[in-house]
Nanobody, 123 residues
Framework: QVQLVESGGGSVQAGGSLRLSCAAF????????MGWFRQAPGKEREGVAI????????VYAESVKGRFTISQDNAKNTLYLQMDSLKPEDTAMYYC????????????????WGQGTQVTVSS
């Protein structure tokens, strides 16, 4: 199994930037994909961005394309989400997820989740 620990959330004004980190511990060798999801109060959890550890292009939600960048540091077993040009509608709890098989951005089907980190964007 893999354990995921997020960090880097906080409060920022609209137009600002934050970088989220997700450290993976445990059985990390055969992770196939990792991603970021978010859930705002009263809304369903939605996929933000995912990356396939074996290569290929990351996948982004339309709402964050051009503003967010997902990346990974395999040596550190860490996933990142660079968030620029933040908007109030980006306010949510952000979760890191991972799995050992293919998972799409939609559906939140990942088996392993972190505890979440709060991002609040004020106007």
């Amino acid at each position: 199994q893999v354990q995921l620990v997020e960090s880097g959330g906080g409060s920022v004004q609209a137009g600002g930037s934050l970088r989220l980190s997700c450290a993976a511990f445990g059985y990390t060798d055969h992770i196939y994909c990792m991603g970021w999801f978010r859930q705002a109060p009263g809304k369903e959890r939605e996929g933000v961005a995912i990356i396939y550890t074996g290569g290929g292009n990351p996948v982004y939600a339309e709402s964050v394309k051009g503003r967010f960048t997902i990346s990974q540091d395999n040596a550190k077993n860490t996933l990142y989400l660079q968030m620029d040009s933040l908007k109030p509608e980006d306010t949510a709890m952000y979760y890191c997820a991972a799995d050992y098989t293919y998972r799409p951005l939609e559906g939140s089907q990942y088996n392993y989740w972190g505890q979440g980190t709060q991002v609040t964007v004020s106007s």
